[in-house]
């Protein structure tokens, strides 16, 4: 039976070979400079006695859901949270997932039909590649934020169109040209779908909110386990799509729902991050911070996500192992994650790191180059 799974062994040798094979490893110590957690929610005091004490006044909050929200899994918790949700980001609907992952599937295996064509940016996540498989619909990439190779792809094609994008993107850092793709999108009748995993917390309630993109976004992504330090994610969304979704999106129906306490700190952290906007505030200065060291970067410049190409795996691992043994905790993206030559430190600035930790992360960084 082994010799019928060869392939899979060869496969890891050569990673093993060349220095990119992943493997679970165990929290490190060390400055965060690789974590999503941009406002520190996940770690931060207050917010988790906020959830404590709701807790405690309220312990079935951790009780499992015990199956799909389309079973037993609905209850009133989620319902308002939705309803906040959609609120705060000025649409008429919310869906909950568990991950934006799922979110993701959701939305693209189920909305376009073999009829119609998916226009993703080429550098989109992962998980919109992996739904688009999940769909019958034909699937185009333009380049990367280029708005007019994006309109010459939209000129040619003659059925409904899904353009899908990030409003920032988690590997180069740097923020889409929204309000041109949406004025572009709209005047060849597609749907824009932005994703904002990122953007969301770093800049209020995302791009889309910030630019006043509502009508002109058939739906925006946004998640949970980043800024805001929890789980889960929302589709923003019309009561129509929302509907359709709730009746076709398989990994909406087949899915069983997390518990309330998911709910509840999803609402409590939308609360905790209105009357806590001093913490995207220190990010910003951190970041500039970090960008005033002029290391040069693809990145944007108001951006917490800040890459340092680095093409050459050997020398990229060497850097990595050098800020750890100096107590930074970063992370390298190796080809075949990225294209090969364009392998890269990924910086993640946090709202909680000092000048001090700033200052000698870029310093090494540059000694080392």
Same mark, same amino acid.
């Given at each position: 039976?082994?010799?019928?799974?060869?392939?899979?062994?060869e496969?890891?040798?050569?990673?093993?070979?060349?220095?990119?094979?992943?493997?679970?490893?165990?929290?490190?110590?060390?400055v =965060?400079?690789?974590?999503?957690?941009?406002?520190?929610?996940?770690?931060?005091?207050?917010?988790?006695?906020?959830? !404590?004490?709701?807790?405690?006044?309220?312990?079935? !909050?951790?009780?499992?859901?015990?199956?799909?929200?389309?079973?037993?899994?609905?209850?009133?918790?989620?319902?308002?949270?939705?309803?906040?949700?959609?609120?705060?980001?000025?649409?008429?609907?919310?869906?909950?997932?568990?991950?934006?992952?799922?979110?993701?599937?959701?939305?693209?295996?189920?909305?376009?039909?073999?009829?119609?064509?998916?226009?993703?940016?080429?550098?989109i996540?992962?998980?919109?590649?992996?739904?688009?498989?999940?769909?019958?619909?034909?699937?185009?990439?333009?380049?990367?934020?280029?708005?007019?190779?994006? %309109?010459? #792809?939209?000129?040619?094609?003659?059925?409904?169109?899904?353009?899908?994008?990030?409003s920032?993107?988690?590997?180069?850092?740097?923020i889409?040209?929204?309000? %041109?793709?949406? %004025? #572009?999108?709209?005047?060849?009748?597609?749907?824009?779908?932005? =994703?904002?995993?990122?953007?969301?917390?770093?800049?209020?309630?995302?791009?889309?909110? %910030?630019?006043? !993109?509502?009508?002109?976004?058939?739906?925006?992504?946004?998640?949970?386990?980043?800024?805001?330090?929890?789980?889960?994610?929302?589709?923003?969304?019309?009561?129509?799509?929302?509907?359709?979704?709730?009746?076709?999106?398989?990994?909406f129906?087949?899915?069983?729902?997390?518990?309330?306490?998911?709910?509840?700190?999803?609402?409590?952290?939308?609360?905790?991050?209105?009357?806590?906007?001093?913490?995207?505030?220190?990010?910003?200065?951190?970041?500039?911070?970090?960008?005033?060291?002029?290391?040069i970067?693809?990145?944007?410049?108001?951006?917490?996500?800040?890459a340092?190409?680095?093409? =050459?795996?050997?020398?990229?691992?060497?850097?990595? =192992?050098?800020?750890?043994?100096?107590?930074f905790?970063?992370?390298?993206?190796?080809?075949?994650?990225?294209?090969?030559?364009?392998?890269?430190?990924?910086?993640c600035?946090?709202?909680?790191?000092?000048?001090?930790?700033?200052?000698?992360?870029?310093?090494?960084?540059?000694?080392?180059?």
């Amino acid at each position: 039976m082994l010799n019928n799974f060869r392939h899979f062994q060869e496969a890891l040798e050569k990673r093993k070979e060349s220095g990119t094979l992943r493997v679970l490893k165990s929290q490190k110590e060390g400055v =965060d400079f690789y974590s999503n957690d941009y406002l520190g929610l996940a770690g931060n005091k207050d917010f988790q006695q906020i959830l !404590l004490k709701k807790i405690n006044e309220k312990p079935e !909050l951790l009780k499992g859901s015990t199956g799909s929200r389309l079973i037993s899994g609905n209850s009133l918790t989620v319902a308002e949270t939705e309803e906040c949700i959609a609120k705060e980001h000025q649409y008429e609907s919310a869906l909950l997932f568990s991950s934006g992952y799922n979110a993701n599937l959701a939305l693209f295996s189920t909305l376009p039909t073999r009829h119609d064509t998916i226009i993703v940016d080429e550098k989109i996540h992962r998980s919109v590649h992996d739904a688009c498989r999940m769909s019958n619909a034909k699937k185009l990439k333009f380049r990367h934020n280029d708005v007019d190779d994006l %309109e010459r #792809i939209l000129k040619k094609q003659t059925g409904l169109c899904y353009v899908a994008v990030e409003s920032l993107y988690s590997m180069d850092g740097d923020i889409a040209p929204l309000k %041109e793709i949406a %004025e #572009i999108t709209a005047k060849y009748n597609a749907q824009l779908i932005v =994703d904002e995993a990122h953007a969301f917390g770093v800049f209020g309630n995302g791009l889309v909110n %910030e630019f006043n !993109l509502q009508e002109k976004v058939s739906a925006t992504v946004v998640t949970y386990g980043k800024a805001l330090g929890t789980h889960g994610a929302a589709i923003l969304m019309n009561d129509l799509i929302k509907s359709y979704l709730i009746n076709f999106a398989s990994p909406f129906i087949y899915t069983t729902s997390a518990h309330d306490f998911l709910w509840m700190s999803i609402f409590s952290g939308y609360e905790f991050l209105k009357a806590n906007g001093r913490l995207s505030i220190q990010l910003q200065e951190n970041i500039k911070i970090f960008r005033e060291q002029n290391l040069i970067t693809p990145s944007s410049e108001s951006s917490p996500i800040q890459a340092i190409i680095i093409p =050459d795996n050997q020398k990229l691992k060497a850097l990595k =192992d050098t800020l750890f043994d100096n107590g930074f905790l970063t992370y390298a993206v190796f080809s075949p994650s990225v294209k090969e030559g364009t392998e890269r430190l990924r910086i993640c600035l946090h709202s909680f790191n000092t000048e001090e930790e700033i200052l000698k992360l870029t310093g090494i960084i540059r000694d080392f180059s």
